[in-house]
Nanobody, 119 residues
Framework: VQLQACGGGLVQAGGSLRLSCAAS????????MGWYRQPPGKQRELVAT???????NYADSVKGRFTISGDNAKNTVYLQMNSLKPEDTAVYYC??????????????WGQGTEVTVSS
């Protein structure tokens, strides 16, 4: 199973970006997907997650500004980021917990997409 993320870029503070991440492969189903980020010089941190049933979880720092959503038919997760702040600058990583036939639960990471918010 592979994850392909896209949608990062440079945006001014107060602006918006939408990230997307698609899972591809064979003989798997999504258990949950999510986004993590790693700001410059800091550790990777949770941004938001969503289960296949639609339950969501957000970091306190993004609540009310970011929205995670998913399309089960397309095995794709989206992160709508509004009211962006310079402190949102980071490399954003897509993450998924998938169930692979004959393997069980597997954690997969995408390649990361860079988001830069200028002040």
């Amino acid at each position: 199973v592979q994850l392909q993320a896209c949608g990062g870029g440079l945006v001014q503070a107060g602006g918006s970006l939408r990230l997307s991440c698609a899972a591809s492969g064979s003989n798997f189903r999504i258990n949950n997907m999510g986004w993590y980020r790693q700001p410059p010089g800091k550790q990777r941190e949770l941004v938001a997650t969503i289960t296949s049933g639609g339950s969501t979880n957000y970091a306190d720092s993004v609540k009310g500004r970011f929205t995670i959503s998913g399309d089960n038919a397309k095995n794709t997760v989206y992160l709508q980021m509004n009211s962006l702040k310079p402190e949102d600058t980071a490399v954003y990583y897509c993450n998924a917990i998938v169930v692979v036939h004959a393997e069980g639960y597997v954690e997969v990471w995408g390649q990361g997409t860079e988001v830069t918010v200028s002040s």
